[in-house]
């Protein structure tokens, strides 16, 4: 281990809220902290929830002040709509490969303002609500995203699928969007400590009836949490 060479950043892939949880804890104690996850947002299963078991807490109450420190807190980089390549290294000197997926929307101009959403024509079932509502093809998954900033689904959008539309670049008063320009990019943080905390809820080996019991039970809690996008 070569101690004189350390980093002083960590990684953590997963940005549900134990991921943010322990982002904020590591960020805290004076670390860097790279938060990866694949979403175009944080906040993953919790935040689909009204209530948490057992206590019936509410969990936005809970998540929102959490989320607000994340996205201020100085020693945090959010990594979002981005997924964990590989890790190299050793302990105290790692080297992660992260892959910044391409929003067709520039993250430094977008505000979050959501007119191009409100005009865009296609509608889809929003996974976010269990598909029991619609969100439109560009989008936020809910919307106190962190990072606020929209992304467009080019399996369903339009312009991707057929060639035509740019109803939101239109719209766009700051010019966020962009349809050929961005690429997906490789970002390359150097480590002295990577952890993962992602949640796996449904585990396959936990068995198929606690799966379609966690499932159900998982389906009902987001139906009766709906809020968001189109209802
Ligand atoms: S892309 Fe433009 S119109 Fe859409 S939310 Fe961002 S800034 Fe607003
Ligand atoms: S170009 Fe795509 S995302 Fe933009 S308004 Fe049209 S369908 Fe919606």
Redesign the pocket.
Known sequence: MRKAQKIGAVTVVGGGISGIQSALDIANSGFKVYLVEEQPSVGGIMARLDKTFPTNDCSSCMMGPKLVELANHPNIEILAYSELLDVKGEPGHFQATVRKKARA?DPE?????????SKCPTKVPDPFNGGLSERRA?YVPFPQAVPL??TIDKEHCRYFTKGKCRI?EK????K??RYGSEADHTLRPRLVLHLCARLRLLNPGLGLRLFSRLGLGLGLRVGLSFRGHDK
Do not use: E, P
């Open positions: 929307v101009k977008c505000v979050g303002c959501g007119i191009c959403a560009i900033v929209y939101c719209l766009c008063k700051n966020a969007i």
